[in-house]
């Protein structure tokens, strides 16, 4: 089973956007700064967007842990 490419990036996407937030609200708790724990959140999302797509590519290129459907395989 393989996925197209444009799923990765809805899947980079959303999970970037909740993955942001967190990043921004650790940042604010860390540092009491708004405008500090928004720019950490808008470099890090850009750069973290790119290596989960990368991730998610590469690993659907591997087999690993999958279960290869026969002929035999069928659904009621």
């Known amino acids: 089973m393989s996925e197209k490419s444009y799923r ?3 899947k980079s996407v959303s999970w ?3 993955g942001t937030l967190d990043t ?4 604010l708790i860390i540092t009491s700064k708004l405008d500090i724990a928004i720019a950490i959140g808008g470099v890090e999302v850009f750069t973290k967007m ?5 991730h998610e590519r590469t690993w659907n290129r591997i087999n690993f842990g999958r279960i290869k459907k026969t002929d035999s395989d069928y659904q009621i």
């Open 50 to 54: 790119a290596l989960y797509y990368a």
């Open 24 to 27: 921004i609200v650790i940042s």
């Open 16 to 18: 970037r956007t909740i």
């Open 8 to 10: 990765s990036i809805v």
